[in-house]
């Protein structure tokens, strides 16, 4: 049971170039979330997803969009890169509500923008 | 927004002692939830909180929702180097029907051997 996967676990990009971030789960959970933590921060809530075909804005939004493609898999892209958006990004996923339900976390993708 | 304010920032402990850490919220919580997160990983639950005044064990580890529903305690017994890590207080994002968490800065716990 490989619970939350993410894909790439670690990257390097530029100033302005565009990268998609993928992340599946395969516990059949309704929601699914993406998350980016900053140095000495708690997680911030990017995107999140309550069931297939829908997505909603969280606390921190601008600069990113986020596809939810099918139960599985939600992906977050990054159009234009910028060295503010270098953090680390935690994928989620939840079976109902992550306010009532346990939330499970991938392992995260570290990425750095210069 | 909501601010969950953690403390201590970090803890330098022995083993075998007994820890406790903090979070209080500008605003009433109807959740808290606690998680550890260990190096290089993403975070685990470790207790949720659905009542005010409610007080549940996991292990080693108790947590206690505040009466006033703007703050939750947890506490580790005996502590072990596997201990470890990051804890993070979250609670509910605000904004009728949206979901997804919103997390304190954690507090750091470092067992010295």
């Known amino acids: 049971n490989a619970g939350v996967t993410q894909t790439p676990k670690f990257q390097v990009l530029k100033t302005g170039q565009s990268m998609t971030l993928q992340c599946a789960q395969d516990?059949?959970?309704?929601?699914m979330y993406w998350y980016r933590q900053d140095p000495g921060m708690g997680l911030r809530l990017i995107y999140y997803?309550?069931?297939?075909?829908?997505?909603d804005k969280g606390e921190v939004p601008n600069g990113y969009n986020v596809s939810r493609l099918n139960k599985r898999e939600f992906s977050l892209r990054l159009e234009s890169a910028a060295p503010s958006q270098t953090s680390v990004y935690f994928c989620?996923?939840?079976?109902?509500?992550?306010?009532?339900?346990?939330?499970?976390f991938g392992p995260g993708t570290r990425l750095t923008v210069l | 927004g909501q601010q969950l304010n953690q403390s201590p920032q970090s803890m330098f402990i022995q083993e075998g002692e007994d820890v406790s850490m903090n979070c209080t919220s500008s605003?009433?919580?109807?959740?808290w939830l606690w998680y550890k997160q260990d190096p290089g990983e993403g975070p685990v639950l470790l207790i949720a909180?659905?009542?005010?005044?409610e007080l549940t064990s996991n292990g080693r580890l108790t947590a206690q929702f505040g009466i006033t529903r703007k703050d939750s305690f947890l506490n580790i017994s005996a502590s072990i180097p596997s201990d470890v890590g990051i804890y993070f207080c979250?609670?509910?994002?605000?904004?009728?029907?949206?979901?997804?968490?919103?997390f304190g800065k954690g507090t750091h716990l470092i067992i010295q051997p």
């Open positions: 989620a996923s939840s079976p109902v509500r992550a306010s009532t339900d346990t939330q499970y």
């Open positions: 516990m059949n959970h309704n929601s």
């Open positions: 997803s309550a069931s297939e075909g829908t997505t």
């Open positions: 605003s009433i919580f109807n959740t």
């Open positions: 909180l659905y009542k005010a005044g």
């Open positions: 979250a609670g509910p994002l605000s904004g009728g029907g949206a979901d997804g968490l919103t």
